[in-house]
């Protein structure tokens, strides 16, 4: 599927749970674009020296929720990319309201019980560590949802090869273009 030029003209911003594809979705709908990647939880980490983990571990999850705020505000300074952002944060008013204003937003949406096997294969995630991934995203999504609902774009994926979820973003961005010049 070649790419409609316009795709290219502003940010891209991934959102959704854990486990939903956003980074590498992203990395691939970047070279589909040709558009630099970014990924917010990378962002941090360099921002921080220190990994998600640690910076949960030393300063708890509002910290990180503050300084991902700040990377996001920084990274749509920059000109039009594809952007994965952590799966909390498109929940922060300021973060949504900025991603809402400056880039299209795209609900990656997938099945719990898909997600929960993804995310339980490494244990990475602070907000999983030691407990049920189901659990655990189940709780999310009640709170999460109505929030990742205000995306401008939702793409249901499923447990699909990435190249098919990229074709689903692409058609889904190229639906969302012509319907904003109408």
């Known amino acids: ?9 502003k940010t891209i911003a991934l959102v959704g749970l854990m486990g939903a594809g956003k980074s590498s979705i992203g990395r ?13 939880d990378s962002e941090v ?7 998600i983990s640690e910076i949960f571990e030393s300063f708890g999850e509002e910290a990180f929720r503050d300084g991902e705020r700040r990377v996001i505000a920084r990274l749509m300074d920059e000109g039009p990319h594809v952007l994965a952002t952590g799966g909390g944060a498109f929940v922060n008013d300021e973060t949504r309201a900025l991603i809402k204003a400056r880039a299209i937003s795209i609900w990656l949406k997938a099945d719990l019980e898909l997600l929960a096997r993804r995310i339980g294969r490494k244990d990475t995630r602070p907000l999983v560590r030691g407990k049920d991934p189901l659990e655990v995203l189940t709780a999310l999504a009640a709170t999460r949802d109505p929030l ?10 499923g447990d699909t090869p990435h190249n098919e979820a ?3 973003v692409l058609r889904a961005l190229t639906t969302y273009l012509a319907g904003a010049e109408t």
Do not use: C, H, K, N
């Open 1 to 9: 599927m070649t790419a409609d030029p316009r795709l290219r003209r």
């Open 28 to 40: 691939r709908l970047s070279v589909v674009l040709d558009l630099p990647f970014r990924d917010a």
């Open 45 to 51: 980490e360099a921002a921080a020296g220190r990994t």
């Open 148 to 157: 990742y609902a205000q995306a401008d774009i939702v793409v249901e994926t």
């Open 166 to 168: 990229v074709e689903a």
